[in-house]
């Protein structure tokens, strides 16, 4: 159960790095829009961490053997 938590917080800490970049370096009007991207992107990561936290509780340890 930990290698997803650990997998999602360096993809996290790796787009907070991009918004920063995008936030500081583009001028306004790009700043607003391309910042929204990896804010999605982390949105999207945590959603999927919910989910994987879940199949763990409910024992789905390994989620390859249905494939």
């Known amino acids: 159960m930990i290698a997803p938590i650990v997998v999602a917080i360096i993809f996290i800490v790796i787009e907070i790095s991009y918004f920063t970049i995008f936030f ?16 999605v992107f ?7 961490l919910h989910q994987r936290i879940m199949e763990i509780r409910n024992g789905e340890e390994d989620d390859l053997s249905k494939y």
Not at 42 to 48: E, R
């Open 24 to 39: 500081l370096l583009l001028p306004k009007p790009w700043r607003y829009i391309l910042a929204m991207i990896p804010i």
């Open 42 to 48: 982390i949105i999207a990561m945590l959603l999927t």
